[in-house]
């Protein structure tokens, strides 16, 4: 029987074999991570990457050693060529977010199944991992994911729907708290549907977020949205809030 082979990195790391979890060491883990998250790589790349405080020497023998493992012990996973490279056949979660990504893209975030918004805010790319080309290729996820729920989120505003926005945006908001575009998009959403009340808790929260984390204020773009001016903003939502309470 041929096996199928099913890699996820996103979430967490996990190798499957006809849908059974198949138990893999840590050097093989992180060489098919690699080439889940890189494709095709030279030996000579990968080696240096895994095992950059080795000599070349013996970064190439570790990779020589995880391949030849991984060759034997997990057939028709990995084409040991050169260039390194998955099998086509391998199903990677990471390969369908980057499709919906540049599908999003490629429309100009054109709406997609409503699963699709889940999907790019859960999409966390090996948390837990902290190896420095890890949290390189975590930050550029991030930031596509982010550009793809805010293509959206503006696709939505324009045809009208508002909640789909409104879930949009409102996930964009999540992969990336500190991004003022994410946010001010929820608050265009909020005040699409006249809920003005809580758009100014959206900018109220995250200037307080920001404050708190960079130590710096929104743009005053932002706060002209609301026609507010940030000095005061605490004041004005509270007289707001008490007259709508």
């Known amino acids: 029987m041929t096996p199928s082979w099913d890699l996820r990195v996103l979430g967490y790391w996990q190798l499957r074999c006809n849908g059974v979890p198949v138990e893999v060491g840590m050097r093989q883990q992180r060489l098919l991570a690699a080439l889940a998250v890189l494709h095709t790589q030279p030996r000579h790349v990968l080696a240096a990457l895994l095992w950059p405080d ?36 391998v199903r990677v979660d990471l390969r369908e977010v980057r499709k919906l990504i540049t599908e999003i893209t490629r429309t100009g975030g054109q709406p997609v199944p409503p699963e699709s918004i889940d ?22 996820l991030v930031n596509q994911r982010v550009d793809a729920l805010e293509a959206l ?4 505003l324009v045809a009208g729907s508002f909640r789909h926005a409104l879930g949009a945006s409102r996930a964009a908001a999540r992969v990336d708290p500190l991004r003022e575009s994410a946010q001010h998009l929820l608050v265009r959403c909020h005040l699409a549907e006249d809920n003005y009340a809580s758009a100014v ?10 404050g708190r984390e960079l130590g710096v204020e929104p743009s005053a773009h932002f706060a002209e949205l609301l026609g507010l001016d940030s000095a005061i903003v605490d004041s004005r939502v509270l007289v707001r809030s008490m007259k709508t309470s």
């Open 54 to 89: 080795s000599p070349e020497r013996q970064s190439a023998g570790n990779l020589r050693a995880g391949v030849f493992r991984i060759s034997h012990e997990l057939p028709r996973l990995l084409r040991a060529t050169e260039p390194l490279q998955i099998d086509a056949a």
């Open 201 to 210: 808790q959206v900018y109220r929260s995250y200037r307080a977020h920001l």
């Open 119 to 140: 999907l790019l805010q859960e999409a966390n790319l090996l948390p837990g991992w902290y190896e420095e080309w890890v949290i390189d290729q975590q930050d550029h």
């Open 153 to 156: 989120a503006r696709s939505y």
